[in-house]
């Protein structure tokens, strides 16, 4: 009977920490950062998930993080990656964004879970994340073309530009012609 009490308990420990809610830490604005999965084992994965920017792009700063965690949305809502270090020591971290200017705008908090991380053979965590691929280009992804493109302004610049070269070949081909002429 002991036995059968154990085995229920320890699974809804397991049930508990499946179905857990990520955690979220808001301030009196409405403005957060979620954190996926809630409580992660160092070595982890996670995923963030900034309110209260109204910008396009930012970065989470913290302890608890590999390297910081560039993100990027719209509406309010940034998202971005990133991973515990496996040497990372259980605990409360604090979680400071940066969007709009501002340093540390948005706050939050993870709890980094005892245990749980990847295998003693598997690799360490990276000391930093690859930047591979685009040049450094994703953010430029996420700019509207119409509010970045040439405007009137260049258009009237090109235009006098390419006038002014099309005038000079002419005045060179007319003083060739000319200087034909005269030595013939």
Request: some cysteine; hydrophobic content about 40%.
């Amino acid at each position: 009977m002991r036995s059968l009490r154990i085995t229920l308990c320890a699974g809804a420990a397991v049930a508990a920490a499946v179905f857990a809610p990520a955690a979220h830490a808001d301030d009196a604005a409405g403005a957060g950062v979620r954190v996926t999965p809630a409580s992660p084992a160092p070595g982890s994965d996670i995923q963030l998930r900034a309110t209260g920017c109204a910008g396009r792009t930012g970065t989470a700063k913290s302890a608890a993080f590999v390297a910081d965690a560039q993100l990027t949305g719209k509406d309010g809502a940034l998202v971005g990656d990133t991973r515990v270090p496996t040497s990372l020591k259980p605990g409360t971290y604090d979680i400071k964004v940066s969007c709009d200017g501002y340093d540390d705008k948005v706050k939050g908090t993870v709890t980094v879970a005892a245990g749980g991380g990847p295998s003693p053979s598997a690799p360490a965590s990276p000391v930093a994340p690859v930047h591979a691929g685009g040049g450094g280009t994703a953010h430029l992804a996420m700019v509207d073309a119409r509010e970045t493109g040439p405007g009137t302004r260049q258009a009237v610049i090109g235009l006098v530009l390419a006038s002014v070269a099309a005038v000079a070949v002419a005045v060179r081909s007319a003083r060739r012609s000319r200087l034909g002429d005269a030595r013939d």
